[in-house]
């Protein structure tokens, strides 16, 4: 089985370790507590790679409709791309819609979609950790270890070996 198709992870402590780590790079608060409402707008996930890499994102758009949050996201996954991102480590825009209204929805879908939005958060803070010029807070690894579990120890050993070698 492929590791984002997990469902029985818990990753409670890498909802709260993302949360606390976009908050504090970006100095803005979540807002609610439901970590998929905070984020759907994209407008906290821009203003996270504009902390991480200066002027990347030079424009959002601050209207409060769907469409606008959807280019929000759109315009993150592009600068996560010009990070180095590779598309495998990136959510679906779609990831970050609100489910609860559909009738077909199975129970695990909403919690597999924010699982990928997880996984990216994770990959764009190794970048920020490996970017000589960010100095800013760092997020903690081992929060996403219930998550990712052997799939995350085996990439991050062939990643440190590949930048160490």
Not at 31 to 57: H, T, W, Y
Not at 95 to 107: A, E, G, N
Not at 117 to 138: E, H, M
Not at 157 to 165: A, Q
Request: glycine share 8%; hydrophobic share 40%.
């Amino acid at each position: 089985m492929e590791w984002r198709q997990q469902s029985s992870v818990s990753c409670k402590d890498a909802f709260t370790e993302a949360q606390r780590w976009i908050e504090e790079v970006t100095g803005k608060s979540f807002g609610c507590s439901d970590f998929r409402s905070a984020l759907e707008n994209g407008v906290l996930l821009c203003d996270l790679i504009n902390q991480l890499k200066p002027g990347i994102i030079k424009r959002m758009n601050r209207l409060s409709t769907p469409i606008a949050g959807l280019d929000n996201v759109n315009v993150f996954l592009k600068a996560c791309g010009k990070l180095g991102l590779n598309e495998s480590q990136l959510f679906h825009p779609g990831d970050l819609q609100d489910l609860s209204t559909r009738v077909t929805l199975r129970r695990d879908e909403s919690q597999r979609r924010l699982k990928n939005v997880l996984i990216t958060i994770y990959w764009l803070g190794r970048k920020a950790q490996l970017d000589t010029f960010y100095s800013g807070p760092q997020l903690n690894f081992k929060a996403f270890e219930g998550l990712l579990g052997l799939a995350l120890s085996k990439v991050s050993c062939l990643f440190l070996f590949k930048c160490n070698s």
